[in-house]
């Protein structure tokens, strides 16, 4: 079985769209009612993903993709707690109805209802219900300002989440949303910049000492991370961290790379076991390469071609995602797969 | 020969500190008097590096190394344009008398005196001085605030340095200094974070239609973009920018990257003319690596392990140092090398 455990939901109907922007609209004008989501209906779902991520994923011989809403559109930086915890809860909704719809092939992931603040109740109690409801992670973003203006994920302030992110036995994965820096392009500088800052803040501190059982998928194949290793060995050595191979109890990269020489540099400086194919279609880039006609993000070629140990392709490929995400490993049996 | 074209000088007396302790104290003491330099001898000034520097690239095989002010001190973000400008001048002055002391080995490259305000007349000043002296290149801040306050380096208010430097006919290297956000470690983090974000906003921009002879170098072995460049590509396409290999006339890569696998990556994807080797030592990785005993900085192994063909390992060696830094190749034929 091929899991890829990075997909997001770029192609909704319009009607989210529509509900944001009565949102955004809101904030400038506080007597305006909370906007409501207009009805979508079961064959708009499915119309919305059956011409695009099903159609991708079976082409390419995929059979279940980790689902979670459009990670630039998540904006945790516009308005407040009431509009993050609306446009979360909206959001997570369609993907929730979406694994209903398809329960073969899409199993959802949520958006948490973050805010520039780091205030963390609403975002806990949406963790809750969407584990609730039988979502297997969550995309946690270590920037929500978006300007960087928080702290690092390793300090205090974030503990509460990431107790809880343990209780619940789900792993999160550390994505970003939209940059609000014109120096940061979001998909070309912004998202691959947070890969790698947040493995360093991890380097660092010591957050898998307090909580052992979390779980950190880091997307995009780790940032520039897998190919500067041995500067952070060195790195660690010099300033008396941990060694970065005493974080891959607890740190997974996906696939998201996409080209032959980055996966093939992901896949022989990161244990096997550590590494989760995914490849985040339809997404940041799309299009195939025309020098070969390959499509960019068709990672499952790269790491086909990359990994030639059965085994371990086996575990990229399904066993580490069952591993990682025990929900759904559970979701996956109680299918009889 | 061996050209290392990213050296700094890590290892400078104590009196340069002292100076920048007594400008930085002078900053809380407007009545406190400019400090002045004390004096180093030319002794001072050769033991600081035939320990250390010097011994090293002698014992590696290396012949000259490019030689500026330690990066993560140049410190952009603190004090103002004279405060600035007298902590680029002292730092530089140094480099150019190692230059002269070790005329065959230390070539100066300069550190200017960027401000947060993005003012350039100083700047473009002590380039102009500097180049006048012999340096052979500058190191330009693309992030003088260390919070990444102000604009892209392809945004026009930059252009009076592009101008400059392209006058000049001297390379920049794009080379941040110390990171002031908690969330970015300066070395493990906020480099290549740059490298990757500067690497992007000229995906995006003119800047090179503009200024078609301007020359870049971006260290760390471009941050993530080898790593990332099939994403870099879609992008481009999907964007209607550039691609990535139009760049290539104006975008050079170093090789400091720390183990094997990342050098073979670097020297995979990115055409031998447009790699120069370094090694930034001693730099923000010093030690070697216990499993093999080989100096983490030691990319000279690197790179003649992961190069085969003699003529592209000649020119990443010393001919593409030779072209990209023409005032370098013009001293060494007047050293008859």
Redesign the interface.
Known sequence: MIIDIHGHYTTAPGELQAFRDAQLAGLTDPSAPAPTLADISDEQLRDSVERNQLAVLRERGGDVMLFSPKASGMEHHVGDRAVAAAWARASNDLCHRLGELFPEHFVPVAQLPQTPDGELDGVIAELRRTVGLGFVGANVN??PSGT?A???ITDASWFPLWEVVEELDVPAMIHVSTAC?????T???HY??AD??V???L??GDLFQRFPRLRLVIP??G??V??????????A??NGWQDPAELLGNVFFDTC??????V??LT??IPPENILFASEMLG????A??DTGIA??DTLRYVDAAVRDAEALAAIHESNARRVYPALDRRLAAQGR
Chains 1, 2 share one sequence.
Not at 226 to 235: A, E, F, I, K, V
């Open positions: 270590p920037d960087w928080g702290l690092p820096n014109s120096n940061f392009h998909l070309g500088a691959l910049n790698t800052s493995f360093a803040q380097l660092q995009h194949g940032g520039a897998p190919y500067h290793w041995g500067r952070y060995r060195g790195l050595m010099r790379v996409y080209h032959q020489a980055g093939d540099l022989r400086v940041a880039v799309r299009g390469d025309p960019w993000d």
